[in-house]
């Protein structure tokens, strides 16, 4: 998967190639999705949600170019393998799933592979997780109709956030904090499921 898929698509950086190479994304997909887990393809994981294409979370996780000391906030813990990818790569990951089965479905997964510093909460991603901000780097893997107004606000300064936007069609924007500023960056065309929230 990382030689045929990801260094040919120009994923670069070596420490995301590498973690990439040893997370078991089967662990993170149904029985019967086994088969397809190392394909370049996002799948089913059930309650209308997806895992994925493993491109996608290569690319976001570059793009947010992350050195080792972060902590950092994931919206939408989906099946659980983004945060696992972070959680290799930073200090601490704190991952938010309005889903309530999703999530602890995620947690055992995460349990039985061993990781420590992944902290987790059922409820609104647009709300973020304010009570452990700020956060370095936020990943968002759902996506809303624009950049929600609370996610940048728990950004550290400077800090930085990937994240899909629009509803019929998406943009992954790149957003950096800087002070009172925020600069977006449109990246790439993506296609995410919605970003569930009540607002």
Known sequence: MVQNQLRARGVKDRKVLDVMRKIPRHEFVPENMKSYAYQDEPLPIGEGQTISQPYIVA?????????????????????????????????????????????????????????????????????????????????????????????????????????PVGSTFQELVLVKREMKKFKKRKLLPVRFVPLISKH
């Not at 947690?107 to 409820?123: A, S």
């Open 59 to 163: 690319y976001m996780t570059e793009v947010l170019a992350l050195k080792g000391a972060e902590k950092v906030l994931e919206i939408g813990t989906g099946s659980g393998y983004q945060a696992a990818i972070l959680a290799e790569l930073v200090k601490e990951v704190f991952t938010v799933e309005v889903i309530s089965p999703l999530s602890v479905k995620a947690q055992e997964v995460l349990k039985k592979l061993g990781y420590k510093n992944i902290y987790f909460k059922i409820g609104d991603g647009t709300l973020g997780w304010e009570e452990n901000a700020p956060y370095d780097a936020v990943m968002v893997t759902a996506a809303p109709a624009k950049v929600p107004k609370a996610l940048q606000e728990q950004l550290e300064i400077p800090g930085r956030m990937v994240i």
